[in-house]
């Protein structure tokens, strides 16, 4: 089992920042064997989305609404991954799930943190 354990969420204002971490535990084995890391949001009546994701070697993917704004980031000695998030307007507004994707193994999720941006 891969326990994923998110903090960072809140309240801000449109322009403010916040940081997002995930740091997942549990079995060493599965988690050595994780192949992405990342972070995916849902708003009220939208189907969950894909933020951005990192690979164990480095690589990103970001979706195009948060490019330039939103940085994400790892540390494998902690199993953990950071997403900075500068520049916030209210559309982004929703709840953040971190997710840990393996090749031969189901997704783990997080429980979710709230992200609400407004003035």
């Known amino acids: 089992q891969v326990h994923l354990v998110e903090s960072g969420g809140g309240l801000v204002q449109p322009g403010g920042s916040l940081r997002l971490s995930c740091t997942a535990s549990?079995?060493?084995?599965?988690?050595?064997?994780?192949?992405?890391m990342g972070w995916y949001r849902q708003a009220p009546g939208n189907e969950r989305e894909l933020v951005a994701t990192i690979t164990s070697g480095g690589s990103t993917n970001y979706h195009d609404a948060v490019k330039g704004r939103f940085t994400l980031s790892r540390d494998n000695a902690r199993n953990t991954v950071h997403l900075q998030m500068n520049s916030l307007q209210p559309d982004d507004t929703a709840v953040y799930y971190c997710n840990a994707n393996f090749l031969r193994a189901k997704d783990y999720w997080g429980q979710g943190t709230q992200v609400t941006v407004s003035s």
């Open positions: 549990g079995s060493i084995f599965l988690i050595n064997a994780i192949n992405t």
